[in-house]
């Protein structure tokens, strides 16, 4: 059994290889239970968490096990950490074991960019990234693989060392654009094309009276239920599509807070990822659709990221 570190990953991967594979795995036959979070009471309000997510197709299984100790910053620890089980299909005998919190990192951008293509308007200029923790270049990075045509990235973060780190980090893989930190995103939400929230904000990070007509939002810093990275009206007004409908039901407050409200109904989301990839439903379909992607984390991801990067260690 093969065990693959970090930086073998981040030698491996890239997102013109990654999003294919995602794409590849989402249109084809696969099996994605629900997944199994576990809330760990510690004292604060911000609860440690423990999390199995498995995930099958004709070629592996998988099972991703991962921990959430949002307290950790304070102390010098990370927040994340993770690993990737794999087995064999054809005889379950194990493959790899996987370092899952670099893999994160690069499914997570993967799989916004992977909506992003089929949601967001085919020549975006700009990107607003809220969020300066290790997620938030991946996720410029990653959308610009599917909108080569943005421009200017705005980077929103509420400390100014993070903020201008981030952006040196963009900066240095994407050249070609301008990236900018900005202190009041307000002035910003209106003229941008495409809004991506990597953050664990509790509350709205900015409002549906300033977003403008066409824009593409995605969320991924959520998985609980009583918090949220967008308001209500936002949510009613989007398109919204999720990476799994049971999961995102289960533990995103951004659609179980207006479905509390009332502003909303479980049929006001339109299809999961799979049903984009399929061709079975149609994404963006006018030039001023507002889009919304929610995703809490798919464990259909990892697996496919994970043999994605076993495979080139076997090649």
């Keep these: 059994m093969r065990v693959i570190d970090a930086p073998h990953i981040n030698a491996t991967l890239t997102f013109d290889t990654l999003i294919p594979a995602l794409r ?15 809330h760990l009471p510690n004292g604060t309000d911000q609860a440690d968490s423990f999390a199995l997510l498995p995930a099958w197709n004709d070629a592996v299984i998988g099972v991703k096990a991962f921990t959430h ?24 005998a194990p493959l790899a074991v996987v370092d899952g919190t670099e893999l994160t990192l690069w499914r997570t951008a993967a799989t916004s960019a992977l909506a992003a293509d089929y949601l967001a308007r085919a020549h975006c200029r700009s990107l607003l990234l809220f969020g300066t923790g290790r997620l938030a270049p991946f996720m410029a990075r990653a959308h610009a693989a599917v909108r080569p045509s943005i ?21 240095a893989h994407l050249p070609h654009c301008d990236v900018i930190s900005i202190e009041n995103p307000a002035q910003i939400v209106p003229e941008v094309d495409l809004i991506s929230c990597a953050t664990g904000s509790p509350t709205p990070l900015f409002s549906y009276a300033d977003i403008r007509a066409g824009v593409h939002i995605d969320l991924v810093g959520n998985h609980h239920r009583d918090r949220r990275e967008c308001d209500s009206a936002t949510v009613a007004t989007a398109q919204v599509f999720v990476d799994s409908r049971l999961n995102v039901l289960n533990e995103a407050g951004e659609l179980l807070i207006p479905l509390q409200e009332g502003e ?7 299809g999961e990822l799979a049903d984009l990839c399929r061709g079975k439903i149609e994404g ?3 030039h001023n659709d507002i889009t919304l992607f929610k995703s809490v984390g798919s464990a259909l991801s990892d697996l496919a990221a994970a043999y994605l990067v076993y495979q080139a260690s076997t090649a």
Excluded: C, W
Aim: aromatic share 8%; charged share 25%.
């Design 284 to 286: 963006r379909t006018e």
């Design 24 to 38: 590849h795995a989402f249109e084809s036959e696969f099996g994605m239970p629900q997944r199994s979070l576990f």
């Design 69 to 92: 100790f949002p307290n950790n910053a304070a102390l010098g620890h990370d927040i994340l950490a993770s690993k990737v089980l794999l087995f064999s299909r054809d005889t379950g």
């Design 151 to 171: 421009e200017v990235i705005y980077v929103a973060g509420r400390s100014e060392d993070k903020t201008a780190k981030t952006v040196a980090d963009i900066k």
């Design 264 to 270: 909303i109904t479980e049929a006001h989301v339109l």
